[in-house]
Every structure is written in C-alpha cells, then in structure tokens.
C-alpha cells in the first residue's frame, strides 16, 4: 500500500532541485518550487502527489544505500552519519562514533554497519549483502553520510544518539533488519532451543566476551566483561547470528 511520509519529503526538497524532483515525479516545477519557498505549505499538497514525493524519495535512499555499499566493498573507508543540526550520531553508552565501514584487515577485507542504531555490529563476516543494505538504508534515514576522516573532532564536536533500545528496535523493524516477534519463528525456535543458557558465557562481535544473566520480554541480558550489563534485543541476535556460545 502506497503511503506519504512528509519527513522523507522535506529532505527531499531540500536536497534535491526542483527541476530534477519534476523530470522524475511529473509534478511541475513551479508547484514543488512554491513547496521549497514555503509560499504552498506541504501538508496541503495533495495525497497523489505526496505519495509520488515519497516514492522517489525511497528511489533515491536506495540508489545512494547502494552505491555506498559498493565504496565500503571496494574501500578502506567509513562514514559517520550527520543529522541537521550537524551532531555525529554515537552509542549512547560509549560515545563511540557509529559508522558505515570498509576495513582491509589481517584476514582480507571486510565491511559492515556499526552502532546502536542496527543493534551492534552487522559486517560481511556473518551477514549477508541484502542486510548490509538495509542497515545502511536505515544509518542514512537518521542523517547524511560524512568520511570519518573529514569530521571536525575539535571543542565543536557535537554528539546525538538513538533514543534508547526501543527506539532502536522500531527503527530495525521499520528497516527490515527485523520481523514483528509474532510473526519471527526463528526467535520462538532460539528461545525454546536455548532455555538453560542463563549463566553461559557467550562472545558478542562488538562487546566482546560476558555471562547471560536473563531472557525475558524478548530481550537478553549480559553481563559483558569489559562493557557491563546490557540487553540486546532477541530479533537482532538471532536474525544476525550475533552471539557465539
């Protein structure tokens, strides 16, 4: 079902010229062009042609989430995610800054999405390609793409954050990284393959080593030696393997 989603539509206009938003929608320019002024108000336009807005919106994220897949692929890169008030989006426990990533390492190369907002770390050593893209897709939906080497690390550094677990988990729902719990066989068969393991030691790729402490309300929670308690949502762990017992 075809919907209008007006935020996805301000970035647009605000990124993309009018001539180029009409070659591809039909809409005239001069009408997008009394959008971008602000002498038409948006949320008075007509649903038709919102949802022509939005549509090529979505073309476009998914044009620019592909051919950043490609670069991170072929390049030793990564790529911070800027919002509009320019803070760099981090983990809201370590600061640490997420990224969108090409690593050549000891093993080869290898590429991936890291940070609070894809529940951790999700990279070409246990993921497909088809999930990298959505987690790209769902980094650039929270801002634009900066090289890490070109960011400013002086006293005007600015840092925002993912709001908090739930906020993060919608976000991987909205993106495709995860299914709705009733509809997530895989989480039923882990939770019921995995009753006993309260108390195990488990390995996580970007918290390293901890002890599972609880499994509930579709969460797990681990003691990390190094990071402290955490709860990672179950449809993130399962869905990309991210817990080596």
Known sequence: MSKADFNKIQKLLKTVTAYRISKATGIGDTTISRWVTGKTPIEKMSLENAIKLTNYAEELEMENAKQLLEEIKNNDVAYAIVNEDGAVYCNSETSNIMDIYGIDGEDGHFYGVYGDAVGGQLDSRNVPDDVILKAIKLMLGLGEPVKRSELSMGSDFKQTFVDGYFEAVE?????????????????????????????????????????VTEIKDNKITIDFEDFGSKSLALEAVVESNLLEF
């Open 171 to 211: 976000l991987m729902k909205q993106f495709g990284l995860l299914q709705p719990q009733e509809e997530n066989e895989k989480v039923k068969e882990w939770i019921e393959s995995h009753k006993g393991v309260v108390g195990s030691t488990v390995k996580h790729p970007s918290f390293g080593t901890g002890k």
